[in-house]
């Protein structure tokens, strides 16, 4: 499965969304 994952940069901390709607917050 082809996983395409964006990060942002939010105050700092890197913001992980996947195709699946999750949301992974990592520092």
Do not use: F, P, Q
């Amino acid at each position: 499965t082809k996983e395409e994952v964006r990060r942002w940069l939010n105050g700092g901390m890197a913001v992980v969304v996947g195709l699946d709607g999750g949301s992974e917050v990592v520092e």
